[in-house]
């Protein structure tokens, strides 16, 4: 049981599970979803804010409402929310001292310099925590749960309403952590935050775990998009119709052979190419099969 | 000891908001009031009393009132700490600068450490059952305390409820203004009443186990 970082079992509350699920130490798993799903749910319970009805969570094998696992496992809420009137500096010094006060190895200045080199934050280390924009905030909000060297990381919706540079500036510091050893749960609506990031995917839906499995399990069927000068009145048998021409799944077929399919169907094909299946494709799949 | 360190990490919150929110300039705006009233219409322990109990909840509405505060409760919960010491640790941070404001009036008005006293436990006392009012009702209920406090709190219930309607009312009045904090109550105090001190303890401790049991449920 120890050699999980975390561990929930036959977890279930009013609206959540029954579920399960172990990750290991520097694994990351990315949680998505619509709203209303159960993601955000999911970390509470397992952050313990929230007492499931049944089930247990560990954290290297103790439980979550134990003390003693609580500087063990970081929780970053969405959204997140801190003491007012305080710069980035003090808010993580107020946690530091909290974490000081269970252990006197390390001070709270060691360790806020320790999460403002790790969030990314030492630029922005005087600045009035209201005064923040929204990707400093969502750095401060990792900073304050990886505060004190935390070995699990349950981070809601860490990726929402950040541009693309923010997102991977937050990605590398994650990915960073995890391998440290960290094990980090993600959650995210938005799947294609996860795509470069989780190395597991957990689909949910109304509470519960709909599909599970490796990204590259999950992103491994093909897709064949064919762009055409002008759209077909009806698509051939395994297409389906897309803004710029077709586009059908390769499982099961070749792509000389699905392009011979198109030939025979006398389309005017103009280019092809073979891409991955999306995760949010994977996503949008399972939430219509259910 | 590591409770103390978690009161200690609650408790040093409250110095950067006196310079950089309106609690310092309130509570000076309110201890020059009470000093010039002091000096023309009130009496030295309605002025000390006054600072103790209306310090108390100008500071309740900084420290606990504002709803990021109170939002922020879950991730506060989720490093290592307790309600318990997030509860005692706020209190202390409410009650000092409340008491200082004490010190300051009575100093102003002429020291009397009888009225220290009084002040002081006043400021307890209210600073506990208005913490876990706001927690519990929002920040509107501090204005609503304070109100109460400034006027009808000073006056013992036998007047009040002279002017009320008689029945139920009256005796629900005459109730809640016996059992709850007051100043009419607290200003036995100076005189070393027991049985006022007891109620101040009492609503004290009362106000800061149900912040803390306010503050679990935020979780």
Redesign the interface.
């Given at each position: 049981m120890a050699d999980f970082a975390l561990t929930l079992t036959d977890i279930s509350d009013r609206r959540l599970g029954p579920l399960s699920l172990a990750l290991l130490p520097g694994e990351i798993a990315g949680v998505v979803g619509p709203a209303g799903a159960g993601k955000s749910r999911l970390l509470r319970v397992t952050?313990?804010?929230?007492r499931p009805r049944t089930g247990d969570v560990r954290v290297w094998g103790m439980r979550v409402a134990d003390?003693a696992a609580?500087?063990l496992?970081?929780?970053s809420?969405d959204p997140?929310?801190?003491?007012?009137?305080?710069?980035v500096q003090?808010v993580l010094m107020?946690?530091a001292?909290?974490?000081?006060?269970?252990s006197s190895e390390r001070s709270p200045r060691g360790l806020v310099r320790d999460a403002l080199e790790t969030a990314g934050l030492a630029a922005s280390a005087d600045l009035?925590v209201d005064a923040l924009g929204r990707a400093d905030l969502h750095r401060l909000s990792f900073a304050?749960?990886a505060?004190?060297g935390r070995r699990v990381l349950l981070l809601d919706e860490p990726f929402s309403g950040l541009d693309a540079f923010a997102r991977r500036d937050l990605r590398g510091r994650i990915a960073r952590l995890a391998a440290e050893g960290v094990a980090v749960l993600i959650t995210s609506r938005d799947p294609a935050a996860l795509e470069r990031l989780a190395a597991r995917v957990l689909v949910m839906r109304d509470g519960r775990i709909v599909r599970a499995g490796p990204l590259a399990t999950l992103l491994g069927e093909r897709i064949l998009e064919v762009i055409l000068d002008a759209p077909p009145a009806e698509p051939p048998p395994g297409f389906r119709l897309t803004a710029a021409g077709l586009e059908a799944s390769l499982t099961g077929r070749t792509v000389e052979a699905a392009l011979a399919l198109c030939r025979a169907h006398r389309l005017p094909v103009r280019a092809s190419r073979v891409r991955v299946k999306s995760l949010e494709e994977v996503v949008l799949e399972t939430q219509d099969r259910h | 000891?590591?409770?103390l360190?978690?009161v200690?990490?609650e408790f040093?919150?409250v110095a950067?908001?006196l310079t950089?929110?309106r609690l310092g300039i309130a509570l000076l705006a309110l201890g020059t009031t009470l000093v010039w009233l002091g000096a023309h219409a009130l009496d030295a322990l309605t002025v000390t009393l006054q600072a103790g109990a209306l310090g108390s909840i100008i500071g309740v509405a900084a420290i606990v009132g504002?709803e990021?505060?109170r939002?922020?409760l879950?991730?506060?919960?989720?490093?290592?700490?307790?309600p318990h010491a997030i509860a005692a640790g706020r209190w202390l941070a409410i009650v000092v600068p409340a008491s200082a404001l004490v010190l300051v009036c009575t100093t102003a008005i002429g020291w009397r450490t009888n009225l220290v006293f009084a002040g002081v436990l006043a400021s307890a006392a209210v600073s506990g059952f208005g913490m876990a009012l706001v927690l519990w009702l929002g920040r509107g209920a501090a204005l609503a305390f304070f109100l109460f406090m400034a006027v009808a709190g000073t006056v013992p219930p036998e007047r009040l409820v002279d002017i009320a309607r008689p029945g139920i009312v009256r005796l629900a009045a005459a109730s809640a203004m016996e059992l709850g904090p007051a100043l009419w109550h607290y200003r036995d105090i100076a005189d070393g009443d027991p049985g006022a001190i007891v109620h101040a303890l009492a609503w004290t401790g009362l106000g800061i186990l149900t912040a803390r049991w306010l503050i679990s449920r935020s979780?």
């Open positions: 952050a313990g804010a929230v003390p609580r500087p496992i970081g929780y809420a997140s929310t801190f003491p007012r009137g305080l710069t003090e107020y946690y001292r909290l974490h000081c006060a269970a009035l304050q749960a505060l004190g | 000891m590591r409770f360190h978690c200690h990490a040093l919150l950067p908001r950089r929110t504002d990021t505060d939002v922020g879950t991730t506060a919960l989720s490093h290592p700490t307790t979780r």
